[in-house]
């Protein structure tokens, strides 16, 4: 289960996180509907939805006296998006086109009853969770990591456990993440003198890159024409070629151990030692 599940999510509610996100998405993607029992069971689960919505109420409340309350940059993204699901609960909206569209060859009048319930059920209950996060919203912070929040540091050391296979700590992760990045700065150094670029630190000079236009598509069409012609040429050349890896860098003809090779790869080698071919 990775981060940003609900046994896992340092947050209840968030802009990535929540039945608000979850529940309509799953009934208009996932919910089949093709008989009258499959519309009666849709109908069925959009009851449900606002229990699972005060189900989260509780959480969020419960997490909030436990100090646990998300950066106020956050919640404003998350309001702003749950403001859009109780307008369109209150007007139908997506949790009703859903029914509507899929039932118009199937007796029964599920449109309006889903209506009914997204007006008097559901958008109230999107009502009681805004109530919720504008109340945390006046007492949230600007600190974005998790370390603000109480016991941070412990949650970020297990949430790295279970969204992982390692068992380094969050310490020697971040260490070889500085490693990583010095063994690539030195790698693009070297590339970007042999471009010309010797001035500056390797970003600014990543950044000079990106501006200089002998290193750019046109814009619009003859730019796409471009793009798909530069990817063709790299793929033409890749297609039909044994790989080589980092840890097998050798050429099948210059490897110690036996090594197939495939008639491009030969031709390849015969243009290298400028052996004729009669025919390949």
């Known amino acids: 289960i990775t981060v940003g599940g609900w046994r896992n999510a340092p947050y209840v509610v968030i802009q990535n996180v929540g039945a608000y996100l979850d529940v309509p998405r799953f009934l208009d993607a996932d919910h089949r509907i093709e008989s009258a029992a499959d519309a009666e069971a849709y109908l069925e689960r959009l009851r449900a939805y606002p229990k699972q919505l005060d189900g989260e109420l509780g959480r969020l409340k419960a ?7 998300p950066p106020s940059f956050l919640i404003d993204k998350a309001l702003s998006q749950i403001r859009l699901s109780a307008k369109g609960a209150r007007e139908g909206g997506g949790l009703v086109d859903s029914i509507a569209r899929r039932t118009k060859n199937i007796p029964g009048d599920w449109t309006e009853r889903a209506r009914a319930i997204a007006i008097q ?16 919203r006046k007492v949230a912070k600007d600190d974005p990591g998790i370390a603000a929040r109480p016991h941070g540091e412990d949650f970020y050391r297990w949430a790295l456990r279970a969204s992982t296979t390692t068992s380094m700590t969050p310490e020697q992760i971040h260490e070889m993440g500085l490693s990583e990045l010095k063994e690539l700065h030195a790698r693009m150094d070297e590339i970007l003198k042999d471009l010309g670029y010797t001035q500056g630190s390797v970003g600014d000079r990543m950044k000079a890159l990106a501006r200089d236009p002998k290193f750019q598509f046109k814009d619009g069409d003859p730019g796409r024409a471009e793009v798909m012609a530069f990817i063709d040429e790299r793929l033409a050349w890749i297609k039909g070629q044994m790989p080589r890896t980092e840890n097998l860098p050798a050429t099948w003809y210059d490897t110690p151990n036996i090594h197939f090779c495939t008639i491009k790869d030969f031709v390849q080698l015969c243009h290298g030692i400028n052996v004729k071919m009669e025919r390949a």
């Open 121 to 136: 059920d559901v958008a109230p209950a999107l009502d009681r969770q805004i109530a919720e996060l504008e109340s945390q």
């Open 63 to 69: 997490t909030r006296d436990l100090g646990v309350i």
